[in-house]
């Protein structure tokens, strides 16, 4: 799946530890990183925002069905999570 506009990329990441299982982000290269471990958010963090106020793209893959109900809601910006940007 594919999330848009991440403007506020501390609520993004509370969404991810509130998942049960793994959530990966898949790299360009086709890498996948666990967003649930504190380096990669770290490292995700620094190369995203390098040049940018906010995350335009990325794709993740979430293992768990309810994880991604949680992600697409996040997307979506529903009242749970008033943070979140429509694509």
Known sequence: MKLYNIKNTEEF???VDQCKGTVELVSTQGDRLNLKSQLTKYITITNLFSDESMISELELVA??????SRLVEYMFGTDKYPGATTP
């Open 13 to 15: 990441f509370k969404v």
């Open 63 to 68: 293992y768990d069905p309810e994880d991604a």
